[in-house]
């Protein structure tokens, strides 16, 4: 009966597992159980509600989005302190065979919005996690953005979700 039970459970939580599983440019992940998923629209895999915060996983196509750097450079200016440029982390490692460079910043969030690059007003207190997942179908880039203590209180799910991309 206890075997049944568990290999039961262990089933559950492998069919929920695979149901959270997501895919694109020839990537696969697994976001947190407790993000909500919005779904995906163009050039968005992937969009989670975390509270007041939100992840999106973006997909341009091959060849597209932007070079590593060039994200970096422009990610690294939509945040200030004290009128200046926030200063910003960045890391380089390699997760289950892939390049990922990620970035973490904090401050006045200045960016614009959408694909109109519609201005936004000033966003005090907020936190910026990301990530460049070098993908064999072109590149993922990951933003992780709101306010400094929701973010903060899922820096870990954020980097689960990073290191749960693997190759299909």
Known sequence: MRK???LLCTAAALIAQALLAQTAAGLKWTAPASW???????MRAATYEVGDAE????FFGQGQGGTVEANLARWGSQFTVNGQPAPAKTARKTIH???VTTM???GTYIATGGMAMTPQPPKA??????AIVEGPG????????????????NAAK???LVSSFEKQ
């Open 36 to 42: 909500v998923s919005k779904g995906s629209a163009p």
């Open 158 to 160: 954020f980097d689960a």
């Open 97 to 99: 065979g892939l390049n």
């Open 4 to 6: 049944s039970v568990l």
């Open 138 to 153: 072109g590149n993922i880039f990951i933003k992780f953005t709101g306010p400094i203590k929701t973010v903060s209180a």
């Open 104 to 106: 973490d910043a904090s």
């Open 125 to 130: 207190d907020y936190r910026m996690l990301a």
């Open 55 to 58: 992840c999106v996983v973006y």
